[in-house]
């Protein structure tokens, strides 16, 4: 969860003739699949995509991301540069230490378009708890990826390996049947 505190700039209230001051409002953010599934309800399009973001949709997901509980919605207007990069250093942190091989070819395959459906497909089918919705989205992800590296059939050993496995099969047997063949 990342905190961040919203500080509004002091304004003129011409009416009065008085500087006004707005509190300070500290929101309390979470990149989680519940939040990436109401996104995408709204845009009706996939939030984990390579396509540059306007600043309403990227305010609109910072709007789906906060936990906290009546937030006036002129605060979100206040949001800083530093702000904004703090949230997307969050968004982008692994929220994990775990590390999955990558195939041999670096490849994982097609790339294939993933939005909250196939990451709710992906939970249901790993068995992995609803609760974990509101986890990191990062770190659910990982989650998917070690359940799917697990799952994996084993790799076929080649002509190669199989000839040499049985060789060395055959050389122990001898051996321990004093036997030459």
């Given at each position: 969860m990342l905190r961040i505190t919203i500080a509004p700039p002091e304004q003129w209230d011409e009416l009065h003739n008085e500087f006004v001051?707005?509190?300070?409002?500290?929101?309390?953010l979470e990149h989680s699949l519940v939040s990436l599934?109401?996104?995408e309800s709204k845009?009706?399009?996939?939030?984990l995509s390579r396509e540059v973001k306007t600043w309403d949709e990227t305010l609109d997901y910072i709007k789906c991301m906060t936990l906290t509980q009546n937030v006036d919605p002129i605060i979100y207007n206040y949001l800083t540069n530093a702000n904004v990069n703090e949230i997307n250093k969050y968004i982008d942190a692994p929220m994990t230490a775990t590390k999955i091989p990558e195939k041999k070819n670096g490849r994982?395959?097609?790339r294939e378009q993933v939005t909250a459906e196939l990451i709710y497909y992906w939970m249901v089918t790993f068995n992995i708890p609803f609760e974990c919705q509101k986890w990191h989205l990062n770190r659910l992800l990982t989650l998917v990826k070690v359940c799917e590296y697990k799952n994996r059939p084993a790799k076929k050993m080649s002509g190669r390996e199989l000839a040499s496995r049985n060789s060395a099969l055959n050389k122990q047997r001898r051996a321990k049947l004093?036997?030459?063949g």
């Open positions: 001051y707005m509190k300070p409002q500290t929101l309390q599934s109401k996104w845009w009706c399009k996939p939030f994982r395959g097609a004093n036997s030459r």
